[in-house]
T-cell receptor, first 112, second 113 residues
Framework: LAKTTQPISMDSYEGQEVNITCSHN???????ITWYQQFPSQGPRFIIQ???TKVTNEVASLFIPADRKSSTLSLPRVSLSDTAVYYC?????????????FGGGTRLMVKP | DADVTQTPRNRITKTGKRIMLECSQT?????MYWYRQDPGLGLRLIYY???????NKGEISDGYSVSRQAQAKFSLSLESAIPNQTALYFC????????????FGPGTRLTVL
């Protein structure tokens, strides 16, 4: 099962771009990479998912190198409301195994 | 997500009591999950169900049981509550085949004294 490693916390300032990297050295061929965002006392919310190269939506971008052993969530021009915990999950779309493992996440603090 | 509701939202109980947390969804999803979250930590999976007749243990199922009464309902029971089960409990749903995005309920804050 693919284990993920992320920084415990990060600080940033409003208007900056934030990049959060997740390591997943044992990623399997059928695994996808999914990122969730969680605000205090709320359930996590899906942000973005990818398999390889780059995925972009209205909220974030996800960069995945060719070897897929890591991925980077990029948040452009963060605001105070982006202060949250960000989780990287790796697993197959059948939701078995680590697709359901949230781990500790990365606590992002955005300062004015 | 308002389509996933949990009751109660808060509950204080005593050691040894039986407690049931309920989850309902109007999203029509086939898959449902129960997680617990302790302060400052990530979510840990308790049980999950891929359809009405399917129940699977998660990472921390000891001390818990579940019932999938219908596709839209998934309840979590603590047979004999203990203080270290004090936590925030989340229910989630997803649909097979659509990137398995999970939709979470608002959470139930449970305190066991």
């Amino acid at each position: 099962l693919a284990k993920t490693t992320q920084p415990i916390s990060m600080d940033s300032y409003e208007g900056q771009e934030v990049n959060i990297t997740c390591s997943h050295n044992n990623i399997a061929t059928n695994d996808y990479i999914t990122w969730y965002q969680q605000f205090p006392s709320q359930g996590p919310r899906f942000i973005i998912q990818g398999y390889k190269t780059k995925v972009t939506n209205e909220v974030a971008s996800l960069f995945i190198p060719a070897d897929r052993k890591s991925s980077t969530l990029s948040l452009p021009r963060v605001s105070l409301s982006d202060t949250a915990v960000y989780y990287c999950l790796v697993g197959g779309l059948d939701n078995a195994g680590n697709m359901l493992t949230f781990g500790g996440g990365t606590r992002l603090m955005v300062k004015p | 997500d308002a389509d996933v509701t949990q009751t109660p939202r808060n509950r204080i109980t005593k050691t040894g009591k039986r407690i049931m947390l309920e989850c309902s969804q109007t999203k029509g999803h086939d898959r449902m999950y129960w997680y617990r979250q302790d302060p400052g930590l990530g979510l840990r999976l308790i049980y999950y169900s891929f359809d009405v007749k399917d129940i699977n243990k998660g990472e921390i199922s000891d001390g818990y049981s579940v019932s999938r009464q219908a596709q839209a309902k998934f309840s979590l029971s603590l047979e004999s509550a203990i203080p270290n089960q004090t936590a925030l409990y989340f229910c989630a749903t997803s649909v097979t085949g659509e990137r398995n995005e999970q939709f979470f309920g608002p959470g139930t804050r449970l305190t066991v004294l």
